[in-house]
């Protein structure tokens, strides 16, 4: 789960961080009331998106010279005007992809004057199962564009959980980035600030970009990118109480209502698969045989025929989808259950793509009885070779 920059700055605040002042702001009006709440003379309005690159964005409805969708103001009368020209517009970045995303929320936020912008992230590290700190000197705007041309500026370095933060990480820290003096001092509560909020959040990243030193020396977190380990959302309900379901995928909200574990994809072949494995697999040979899948679908181990319903639902009603490919190995998981499941789901939506079904398993013989005897015109498959074959073919010709 992600949250947007002004909340994260805001749970940073918390844990002593330093954050500018500001305030969300959801009309124009609002923007320039948290405007007059702000000392001046420079003001940024900043797009609230789960997307970065929102400084060097295009929003759709603006002409193509106009500014991005974070931008400075030099009076209160300029902020009314910026937010009246990015809420409610359609905000294209690197990151939202073409068809970007509406600025509901804009961030209203006291103007800093940079001397220098960094770039920190903390994440976890799955081959050193630690909290790894991600530094460069290069932050702004273009660190993708450093991560592949001058890789050497990026400095690396992970805590071990049992002893935290030490004091030769915030030397590492501070000397990555040539901090010294009244400034290197700094860097001891901002590393330990950040890094104690990661641990008690449950976040799986933070990112910072830019970290700056402003020209009177001070660091300070200018932007916050912050998503959370949703299996350990359970135990933060602080956390999930800012959710912003307008942000995320539709289909796969109704997918976490169910439990299924479902991920959008862009590809044409809708897929309904057992066991995380198993779906990986489904999607490699659907892509082997020339064909893109256009969800990752694990309906779990012990799916109940609403279940299996739910997720067909989800499936058919995804515009992009040309066909669909339940794969099913039923070891815990019954076949005559998704049979049951896909029938009953077929009654109910209707089917207007090719239906490839493979069974294996615990009551196959049962579950093919039911698909074949239903009457629904089904393409039945004989094992995952067959059935991704089929399920290709089919699309290729419709
Ligand atoms: P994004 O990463 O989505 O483009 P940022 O919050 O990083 O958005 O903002 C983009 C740039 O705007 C920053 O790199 C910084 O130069 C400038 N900026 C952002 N917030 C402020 C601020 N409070 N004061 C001055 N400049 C800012
Ligand atoms: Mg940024």
Same mark, same amino acid.
């Given at each position: ?113 940079? &001397? *220098?912008?960094?770039?920190? /992230?903390?994440?976890?590290? %799955?081959?050193?199962?630690? #909290? =790894?700190?991600?530094?460069? +000197? @290069? ?84 932007? &916050? *990118?912050?998503?959370?380990? /949703?299996?350990?959302?359970? %135990?933060?309900?602080?956390? #999930? =109480?800012?959710?912003?379901? +307008? @942000? ?85 998981? *019954? ?13 109910? #939506? ?49």
């Amino acid at each position: 789960m992600n949250i947007h920059e002004y909340q994260g700055k805001a749970v940073l605040k918390e844990f002593g961080l330093p954050v500018s002042a500001g305030f969300p702001a959801f009309t124009a009006d609002e923007a320039v009331d948290a405007a007059k709440k702000l000392p001046g003379p420079l003001y940024v309005v900043k797009s609230q998106i789960h997307a970065g690159g929102r400084g060097k964005g295009k929003f759709k409805e603006l002409p193509a010279d106009a500014k991005g969708g974070v931008r400075l103001a030099k009076s209160v009368e300029e902020v009314g005007a910026f937010a009246k020209e990015m809420l409610g517009h359609t905000l294209v970045t690197l990151q939202t992809g073409p068809a970007g995303k509406q600025v509901n929320r804009l961030y209203i936020e006291d103007g800093s004057d940079i &001397a *220098k912008e960094f770039y920190l /992230s903390l994440l976890v590290d %799955r081959e050193t199962s630690r #909290v =790894a700190f991600v530094v460069s +000197t @290069e932050g702004g705007m273009d660190i993708e564009k450093v991560a592949h041309d001058t890789p050497d500026k990026i400095v690396t370095f992970s805590v071990d959980p049992a002893t935290g933060l030490m004091p030769h990480h915030v030397r590492a820290f501070a000397e990555a980035l040539h901090l010294q003096g009244d400034v290197a001092k700094q860097a001891s509560p901002v590393l330990n600030g950040l890094y104690n909020a990661f641990v008690a959040k449950d976040m799986a990243m933070l990112e910072i970009n830019p970290l700056i030193l402003t020209k009177d020396s001070k660091i300070k977190v200018l932007d &916050a *990118k912050i998503s959370f380990d /949703s299996n350990a959302l359970y %135990r933060h309900a602080d956390m #999930v =109480a800012l959710r912003d379901e +307008t @942000e995320e995928d539709a289909k796969e909200i109704e997918a976490s209502k169910y439990d299924l574990a479902y991920i959008a994809l862009d590809g044409t072949i809708g897929c309904m698969v057992n066991g995380a494995g198993l779906a990986m697999a489904t999607l490699d040979i659907i892509q082997l045989y020339g064909e893109s899948p256009a969800n990752f679908l694990d309906v779990g181990g012990g799916a109940s025929e609403e279940k299996v319903t739910a997720a067909f639902k989800i499936i058919t009603a995804d515009p992009k989808v040309k066909g669909i490919l339940v794969n099913i190995f039923g070891g815990i998981m *019954k076949c005559d259950v998704i049979a049951r499941g896909v029938i009953a789901a077929v009654k109910a #939506v209707g089917l207007k793509v090719p239906l490839v079904v493979r069974l294996e398993g615990t009551n196959v013989q049962e579950g093919k009885e039911i698909i074949s005897s239903s009457g629904l015109n089904v393409i039945p498959a004989d094992d995952l070779d067959d059935a991704a074959q089929k399920i290709v073919n089919a699309v290729k010709k419709g």
